[in-house]
């Protein structure tokens, strides 16, 4: 069975953006780029279930700039046995994405598809669900815990109030939550192994897709800044100025 | 120009999430109508029909729709689709798992997260963990919106009355089917609508620790939260989660407690009206966003604001 994993190429989780001064987008020159955390997070469990036998090719693929190879190289140094990168340096917004995704799938055949729950840039939680209504396949998104057996997945998922576990008929989607593994470092011999694996590039325009974006951003601007708040020097003070000058309890 | 709100509840509940989005969807203008997609959800209809500003209830009720399944929620949204210009859905994890499923279906972009309406096809929605705000035009003739329940102060509950409409089930998928769920039982205010809201991080240190936060939390009427480090390293369940991959919540009054303050928490947190901060580390990036900030030893200073409350 194969699963396909997407990834995606996105500012470092560590790194605090600016907005640019005309208002336009985020500044993202000169700072530093990294696989998307939950989309390590799919990469690992691809690799997981590969080891366990249940999977017998993983194939990482993502969509964006040239530079998107690294990330490719990243998945695979993790455990992918190939990669390919639907190459444009157009905007890419999540239909768009999801269609793209659905010509590699239709292409490549898979079980299952493994996605990060939400990419940290934009925010959006939308790709992994939308390209299982372009296949007409189901879904079980935020999963904790995937276990795959006899032409089904068993998943369970993170949802408000708590757990609750689906089954679904392969072939699937499943998008990652934070907790449903721990990716593993990637080590120097990885690193350069992966180096030597396939990487196929692709055009939107070779897969037949029309990526122009539906919604237009207008302005990106910063987030109202609150006041600059006191250090109290006791709990008295605290709960005095809760009392009489925030009037909160 | 009419709008279809799609209700969040438990098949015996309205959630309080669906009056936020009610509130978006007034903000709009024109027509709201309420789909309540369950199994044995009259009740639920009947409270959709309270609340403030709902033109119409849409209820469809059938097995196949009692565990809010996303290939069978979808499937019932766009069987009732044609005529809408809007469709929202709150951004909980439900709506979350159903919203682009309905868009791609319908070819148009989804907009997630709105904390605020423009126009009727511009809306504000935040982006990279909070740390900016996009203000984005749709050009769709459908719009799938997610909003954040917290953008929007939630209609009154009572005081409508619109009519009740049922409307036909679709079949089942047969794709997925429901196993089963374990939620976690709780007596305080749930965490995404609570007034005050405790948090505890990493500094608590332990699972046993944690419970300190309880008298704290009784005191001011809070709901308990958590950051990131504290959910993995198993002092508090993962449904306590505040951050950009958790909750967002926006309370009244928010005290983190042994929370160093990494973007992605602050991200679930910082609209909070008032937020305190108690920390031994007077360098941690919490007191950037507190307004009031004490640093202290938490084993001492919690204790101390219990008895001092």
Redesign the interface.
Known sequence: MKVLVPVKRV?D?NV??R?KSDQSG?DIANVKMSMNP?DEIAVEEATRLKEKGVVTEVIAVSCGVAQSQETLRTAMAIGADRGALVQTDAEL???AV?KLLKALVDKEQPQLVILG??A???????????????LG??????A?KVEVADGKA?VT?????????????LP?IVTT???LNEPRYVTLPNIMKAKKKQLDVLTPEELGVDVT???????????PA??A????P???T??D??KNE?K?? | MTILVIAEHDNAHLKGATLNTIAAAAKIGGDIHVLVAGNGAQAVADQAAKAAGVAKVLLADAPQLADGLAENVAAQVLDIAGGYSHILFPATASGKNVAPRVAAKLDVAQLSDIIAVESADTFQRPIYAGNAIATVQSSDAVKVITVRTTGFDAVAAEGGSAAVESVGAVADSGLSSFVGREVAKSDRPELAGAAVVVSGGRGMGSAENFKLLEPLADKLGAALGASRAAVDAGYAPNDWQVGQTGKIVAPQLYVAIGISGAIQHLAGMKDSKVIVAINKDAEAPIFGVADYGLVADLFTAVPELVAAL
């Open positions: 500012v989780y605090k953006v907005v985020v939950f917004q999540p239909l999801a729950k939400q940290i840039d934009d925010d959006a939680n939308q790709t992994g669900q939308m390209l299982a209504a372009l396949w189901p879904q079980a998104t935020f904790s068993t998922r993170e949802v408000d109030g708590g757990l609750e576990t689906l089954s679904l008929t699937a939550d934070l907790r974006p539906r919604l237009k951003t207008l302005k990106v601007s910063e987030p609150r006041s708040g006191i250090i109290v006791d709990v008295a605290l709960v100025k809760l925030a909160v309890v």
